[in-house]
């Protein structure tokens, strides 16, 4: 019985040393630590509470994009989803009387459809889907601007709040929805055919079409699906300031495909965990945080932003490099 035990603890631990997550969380509990000793603030329960709020949007997007990057694919246009879904609830709930329980389904329905028409266009027409995606954001946005002139939906009604403001303990609710949907993404990667298949796609598209794979169909899914979470988080951020408006969701592209670079997902596909895109919108969320702690200009954020996508992607693809060359030595070594 007691070998029994210690063989799985020895194959638990050499499964700990395999995975990518290991080195990522690693990462994750230093900064954490640097952080905890760099600034007395840092541990404050309003800054911590402050800094997961933040993390729930980059990290529920970082999870939809994660999807889309195990295929291969990506979506550039999930921010302007987001912010055209929250406005598009925001004027049911002001401009139509709309129940604002309603509103909100109907704005993660406009999500959703959005999220699948980009599917359907990248997919029939078989166009790239980062060059679609450019398109797309700019019909969205467009769209933003012809809604409101420019101006922000005010008055949002206040019984809706509570789903960005509000704390369930001293969780901020945003965070519940992000670990709701990582459960969910999660079920769909592990335990189903579709997850299998996502994988496969991403390994390789043309082989997974010889064995049978609906690839476009799985394909129009996810964008399907992105959307959706993109709509969610756009309505979240709309119950948080409690007004909506056609800035929100600027910067969540790059941050997060920054994300799920940094949790392990690569940009080839077929390699990654959506889990690892939380942990990755978490090291972002800490630099950020860390750079208003110490009271550096806050449009140094995007900066920074973009400095640790560009690092990256380098480790991504010096990994891979140096990968490569292993396995070439290897074989050398072998036919020598």
């Known amino acids: 019985m007691s070998e029994k035990i210690i063989k799985k603890n020895i194959t638990f631990i050499n499964s700990l040393k395999k995975s990518n997550m290991t080195a990522i969380g690693a990462v994750l509990i230093l900064m954490i630590a640097l952080a905890s000793i760099f600034s007395p603030y840092f541990l404050d329960i309003y800054n911590l509470q402050s800094l997961v709020r933040d993390l729930a949007f980059i990290g529920m997007i970082g999870i939809g994009q994660s999807l889309l990057l195990l295929i291969g694919e990506l979506d550039l246009s999930v921010g302007k989803i987001a912010s055209l879904s929250g406005i598009m609830s925001g004027m049911m709930m002001m401009n139509w009387g709309l129940n604002p329980y309603l509103a909100l389904i109907a704005g993660l329905i406009v999500g959703l459809i959005l999220g699948y028409t980009n599917g359907l266009i990248i997919t029939k027409l078989r166009l790239n889907a980062m060059v679609a995606t450019i398109g797309m954001q700019g019909v969205y946005g467009g769209i933003n ?24 303990g001293p969780i901020p609710i945003p965070f519940v929805f992000t670990l709701i949907v990582l459960v969910l993404v999660m079920f769909l990667i592990k335990k189903t055919k579709t997850g299998r298949y996502i994988y496969a796609i991403g390994n390789n598209k043309e082989a997974a079409k010889i064995l049978g794979i609906k690839v476009d169909k799985i394909r129009g899914m996810i964008y399907g699906m992105v959307g959706l979470i993109s709509a969610l988080a756009g309505i979240l951020y709309v119950a948080r300031l409690g007004s909506a408006q056609s800035s929100i969701g600027q910067n969540w592209p790059m941050n997060s495909i920054a994300a799920s670079v940094i949790g392990g997902v690569a940009l080839t596909g077929g390699i990654g965990n959506p889990a690892g895109a939380l942990i990755g919108a978490a090291i972002i969320s800490i630099i950020q945080n860390m750079i208003v702690l110490f009271g550096v200009n806050v449009y140094w954020q995007s900066a920074v932003s973009g400095f640790v996508v560009v690092i990256a992607i380098s480790f991504s693809s010096l990994s891979t490099i140096i990968r490569e060359r292993k396995q070439r030595k290897i074989k050398v070594t072998k036919v020598s």
């Open 145 to 168: 601007l012809v809604l409101t002139k420019g101006k922000a939906i005010t008055g949002i009604p206040s019984t809706i709040h509570f789903l960005g403001k509000g704390n369930l």
